[in-house]
């Protein structure tokens, strides 16, 4: 009897602890200028709530640990006493989150708005307005920021929920990778992972784009593609020409890989088929799928 009475009264006096912590979190979020006034004059209501409901709101990250911004940034401007920012870098998110920063920098999603800029059809449409709507809204993906840094991480888990596990579902990546150009997410819904996945979305048995290409939460989507798609994508050659665009053998532009570093990224991919899959029947699959963008490529040049 007497040791559980102690026990209890250790359990009291920790759980007086906690909600002695979680007042002086709340006090100094109700304190904080930026929410103070944001919800006193009812500005940006959605944006309160949806930081409300954020791990950052639990957290105590606030509007101004992302928002503020330092004297001399050229995207800064003094907003009711306060210097701060509207457009938040990967820079101001690596204070935080350093891992999550670098593997994404290491990916294509962070050079998608240079490649944007670079193409001879983004620089034909007439103005800047055209220009915004028809490529920018996707390719800000990769977006260049007043400090440097590229990338908009609000791209798969928007803001102000910030929330991992919305950016784990496929329609994430569907605002993008759709249509003409792009259609992964036309190619997963109507296979057997799709629909699977579409029956159950809690099923574990199929895997979702991240599987794939965020295996173990990498923000590097580039691991394990090798060759990609028809008139895009890679060839294999002796030199591996990195970002840089070159001409293949038909005099299509695309990036050059070396048979070395194909071998590399498909042993990457093959290792989460096999987490399923027979090595041997994924590997197959992906080899019919090489055949067809190499004797595509060669096609769509002799016509
Ligand atoms: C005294 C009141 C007040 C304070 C303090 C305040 N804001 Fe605001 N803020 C506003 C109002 C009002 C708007 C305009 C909303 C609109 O355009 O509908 C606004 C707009 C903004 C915008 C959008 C600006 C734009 O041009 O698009 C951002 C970003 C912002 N606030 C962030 C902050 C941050 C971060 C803080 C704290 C460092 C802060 N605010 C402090 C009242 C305030
Ligand atoms: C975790 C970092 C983070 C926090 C915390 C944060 N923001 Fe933002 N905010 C962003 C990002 C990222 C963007 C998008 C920037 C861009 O488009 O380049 C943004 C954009 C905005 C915009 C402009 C876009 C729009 O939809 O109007 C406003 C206004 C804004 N935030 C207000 C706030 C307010 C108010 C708070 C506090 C309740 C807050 N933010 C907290 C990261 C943050
Ligand atoms: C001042 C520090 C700070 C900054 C700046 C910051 N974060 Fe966070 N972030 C946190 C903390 C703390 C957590 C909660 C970690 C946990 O629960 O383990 C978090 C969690 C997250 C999560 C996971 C949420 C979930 O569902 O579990 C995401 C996604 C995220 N942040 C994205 C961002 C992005 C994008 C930016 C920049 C726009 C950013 N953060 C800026 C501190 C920060
Ligand atoms: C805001 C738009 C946008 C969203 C959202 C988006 N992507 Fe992308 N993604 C792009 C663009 C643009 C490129 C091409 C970048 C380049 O090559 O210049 C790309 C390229 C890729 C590549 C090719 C990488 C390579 O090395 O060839 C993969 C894989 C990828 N994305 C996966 C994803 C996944 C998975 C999601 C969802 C979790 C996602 N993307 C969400 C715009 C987006
Ligand atoms: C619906 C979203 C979306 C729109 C709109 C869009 N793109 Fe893309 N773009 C993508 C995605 C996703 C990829 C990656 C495709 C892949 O790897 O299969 C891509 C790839 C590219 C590439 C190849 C990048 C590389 O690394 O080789 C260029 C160049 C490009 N887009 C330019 C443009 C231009 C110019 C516009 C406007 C006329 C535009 N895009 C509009 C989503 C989009
Ligand atoms: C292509 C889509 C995509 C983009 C763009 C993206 N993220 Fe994420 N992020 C994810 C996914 C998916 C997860 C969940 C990973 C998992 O745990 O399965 C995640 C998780 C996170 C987490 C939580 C990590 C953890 O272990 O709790 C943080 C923090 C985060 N992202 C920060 C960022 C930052 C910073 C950026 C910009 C540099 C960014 N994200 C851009 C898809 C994305
Ligand atoms: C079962 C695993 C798997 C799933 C699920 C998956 N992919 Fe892929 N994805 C691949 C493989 C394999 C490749 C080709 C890799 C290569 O080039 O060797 C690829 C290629 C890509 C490419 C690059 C194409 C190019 O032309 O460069 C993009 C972009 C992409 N996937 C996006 C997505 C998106 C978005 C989803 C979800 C809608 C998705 N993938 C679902 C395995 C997957
Ligand atoms: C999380 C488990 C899982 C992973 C990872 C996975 N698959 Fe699957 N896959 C399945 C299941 C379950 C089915 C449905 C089996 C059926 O059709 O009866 C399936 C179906 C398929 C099918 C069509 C059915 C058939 O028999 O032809 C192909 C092709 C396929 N997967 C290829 C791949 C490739 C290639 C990879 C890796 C890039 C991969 N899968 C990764 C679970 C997985």
Redesign the pocket.
């Known amino acids: 009897m007497r040791n559980r009475l102690i026990g209890l009264a250790v359990v009291t006096l920790i759980l007086t602890g906690i909600s002695a912590i979680a007042d002086a979190q709340k006090n100094e979020i109700k304190d904080n200028a930026?929410?103070g006034c944001?919800s006193s004059v009812g500005a940006?209501k959605g944006?309160?709530n949806d930081?409300s409901q954020s791990k950052?709101a639990a957290n105590n990250?606030?509007?101004d640990?992302?928002?503020t911004a330092d004297a001399g940034d050229k995207d800064s401007f003094s907003h009711n006493g306060f210097l701060i920012t509207?457009?938040?870098s990967p820079r101001d998110?690596s204070k935080c989150h350093p891992s999550q920063v670098s593997q994404f920098s290491a990916g294509k999603h962070s050079i998608g708005w240079k490649k944007m800029e670079d193409a001879a059809r983004y620089k034909a449409i007439p103005n800047d307005k055209m220009r915004a709507s028809m490529c920018e809204g996707c390719h800000s993906v990769g977006?260049v920021h007043a400090d440097g840094s590229a990338g908009?991480?609000?791209s798969c888990h928007t803001?102000?929920v910030?929330s991992k596990v919305e950016a784990r579902q496929p329609e994430a990546c569907e605002t993008c990778h759709m249509g003409l150009d792009h259609e992964q997410i036309e190619y997963y819904r109507t296979s057997k992972h799709g629909v699977i996945s579409d029956i159950d979305r809690n099923t574990t048995r199929v895997p979702t784009c991240v599987t794939c290409h965020a295996d173990g939460g990498t923000h590097d989507v580039s691991q394990g593609i090798t060759l990609g798609t028809v008139s895009q994508g890679a060839f294999i050659s002796n030199n591996n020409s990195g970002d840089t665009s070159v001409t293949d053998q038909y005099g299509i532009v695309q990036r050059s890989i070396t048979r070395e570093d194909f071998n590399a990224g498909r042993a990457r991919m093959l290792s989460i088929c096999s987490r399923c899959h027979s090595t041997s029947f994924a590997s197959d699959v992906l080899a019919r799928a090489d055949e067809i963008k190499m004797q595509s490529d060669a096609k769509l040049v002799r016509q």
């Open positions: 930026c929410i944001h940006t944006i309160i930081w950052h990250v606030t509007c640990k992302c928002h509207r457009t938040v998110c977006k908009k991480c609000d803001r102000h910030f």
